[in-house]
């Protein structure tokens, strides 16, 4: 009875230090990803300035020729102290995501088969290049023409009625730019997380296309959430967003085939 008791400790003990050495990995890989966002804040803030005018661009393109007698506003002595901080951060995050997923790949690879880190691995480099594309799309496509709308909403006043002017405050629209590019960086994945669905099993091709109609419903309920209220940007993110799903159909038919010829080669 006692040697069994004691074999019963050594397998605990055995169990207990894999458990142990994937906690010290996970901590080292954890401190390594937070030193390097760390790196990139203090770059980023060093180059506040920079960032900040590359993001009041869009601003600057809809005001055409008028922008060199525009202005924007803060109302608060520290406000953009704290916006500054927020866009190093912001910008940090971007900075230092693909070294972070680095770590994390590096965290599960070991763990995974050959033919499962094959399978993986596309999806991992396809997500932060739809990300950046969303953000892209957003920078260069949906805030100018959104602000270009906003814009026509000034009146130059006259007799018994006051003129309005746009003066945006400074954290308001570098807030909502930044919103703005991480909704559609996010929406943007939508062929990776239903393509990664469908190879575990939980959607199908063919669910998928029965479900278009409540699709965009639910596509455009999400761009009205996500969006300011205009539909320039509510349509300039729902369509697109409609695309990918119509991709990531194609993409769950590709893996089904793939899985039926290799189940087929199987059987045979």
Known sequence: ??????????????????????LIELRMRLIR????????????????????????????????????????IATAP???FFTYLKISFWAATFVSFPFIANQIWKFIAPGLYKNEKQAFLPFLIASPV???L???????VVMPLAMKFFLSFETAGGTGMLAIAIEPKVNEYLSLVMKLIFAFGLCFELPVVLSLMARVGLVS????????????VIVFL????????DLISQIGLAIPVLLLYEISILSASMIEKKRAEREAEEEA
């Open 222 to 229: 999400v761009a009205a959430f996500l969006t300011p209220p």
């Open 33 to 72: 990803s937070f030193i390097a966002l760390i790196i990139a804040f203090g770059v980023c803030y060093f180059f506040a300035d920079e960032i900040y005018a590359f993001l009041t661009r869009p601003w600057i393109a809809a005001l055409g020729d008028n922008a060199e007698n525009r202005r924007m």
């Open 78 to 80: 520290q406000e953009i």
């Open 134 to 140: 969303g953000g892209a799309m957003v920078y260069y």
């Open 130 to 132: 739809l990300f950046f």
């Open 1 to 22: 009875m006692s040697e069994r008791v004691g074999e019963d400790i050594d397998e605990i003990e055995e169990a207990k230090a894999p458990l142990i050495e994937h």
């Open 205 to 216: 091709a063919e669910g998928l296309r029965k479900k278009r109609k409540y699709a965009i």
